[in-house]
């Protein structure tokens, strides 16, 4: 079957601009491909209405390992602070464990906006503003996207001989998959976490690295205040955190029901 591109990335998020480029670079830039994402250019790898939700840490060996095999390295303004590893704090905060290991903090901002350089320079063609809604298919086969031209309002197609779905976590495309596979179609609730973030600037106050610590992504494993995930204070800089709760919902209930709270999220 002639397609219209060798392969289609669904979503121009962190994981689909690395998908497009690694494609890319392997095949030394012959295969034809389309990376689409719902989000007009500036806000590329947006992923909720809400933005960049995320903790923003990663491991150096896990950027070091892009580097190696797809040749890309990212450096400022994309990495924004290093660390040197995590530490885990008790609920009494009289205990912690550090994991130590140099890390970075990113800016999920300005990664999207470097990624989308790096591929364009790597042949990678990518259209904005496409809401995908399902994959086409021929004779049980994926062969394709479709979904609306947020732009023209006009319906959207185009097939390709692989199709990746990066369009993360909640993917229409998964959920809707018609297809004999052993891919996991809804992700069970309980493997979900809600979360709410801010990054934030403050004063310098008294130091206390149980609460801040310019090195060390703290972690704080409470279960009264982040029920079936844990609390984070993430720096990234010496005045500026990623600060954000991560909570579970059955233990949510279980932990308004201990407390006799009504704590929603
Ligand atoms: C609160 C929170 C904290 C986190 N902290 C960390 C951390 O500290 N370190 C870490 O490594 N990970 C962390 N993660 C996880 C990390 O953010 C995700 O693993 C990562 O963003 C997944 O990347 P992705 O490209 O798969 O998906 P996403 O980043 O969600 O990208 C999906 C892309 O697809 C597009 N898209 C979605 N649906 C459609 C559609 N229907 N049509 C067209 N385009 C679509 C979106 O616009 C977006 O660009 C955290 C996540 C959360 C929520």
Redesign the pocket.
């Known amino acids: 079957m002639k397609t219209d591109y060798d392969i289609i990335v669904?979503?121009?998020?962190?994981?689909?601009?690395i998908a497009a480029q690694s494609a890319s670079y392997y095949s030394k830039q012959r295969l034809s491909i389309l990376v689409?994402?719902?989000?007009p250019e500036p806000t590329?790898?947006?992923?909720?209405i809400n933005g960049?939700?995320?903790?923003?840490?990663?491991g150096k060996n896990?950027v070091d390992y892009m580097t190696e095999r797809i040749k890309i390295a990212w450096g400022n303004p994309e990495i924004e602070h290093p660390v040197k590893g995590v530490m885990a704090f008790s609920p009494d905060r009289e205990t912690s464990i550090p994991f130590d290991g140099d890390g970075y903090m990113l800016n999920?901002q300005q990664l999207?906006q470097r990624q989308l350089r790096d591929a364009k320079k790597a042949g990678v063609n990518i259209q904005y503003s496409?809401?995908?809604?399902g994959l086409l298919y021929d004779n049980g086969t994926v062969v394709g996207v479709e979904?609306t031209n947020l732009v023209t309002n006009e319906p959207f197609k185009k097939t390709a001989k692989i199709v990746v779905d990066?369009?993360?976590?909640?993917?229409?495309?998964r959920n809707g998959l018609s297809i004999n596979a052993k891919i996991e179609r809804k992700i069970d609730r309980d493997d979900l976490?809600s979360?709410?973030?801010h990054i934030m600037k403050f004063e310098s106050g008294i130091e206390d690295k149980k609460e801040f610590d310019p090195d060390y992504?703290i972690i704080h494993l409470d279960q009264d205040i982040a029920p079936g995930g844990y609390g984070?204070v993430?720096p990234k800089g010496k005045n500026k955190v990623?600060i954000?709760l991560?909570v579970q919902q059955k233990e949510l209930i279980k932990r308004n029901q201990r407390l006799g709270a009504r704590v929603t999220m």
């Open positions: 669904a979503g121009g998020g962190l994981a689909g601009m689409l994402d719902r989000n590329i790898g947006k992923k909720t960049w939700v995320c903790g923003d840490a990663v896990t999920r999207p496409v809401a995908l809604r979904g990066a369009t993360g976590v909640t993917s229409m495309l976490e979360t709410g973030r992504c984070w993430f990623n954000g991560g």
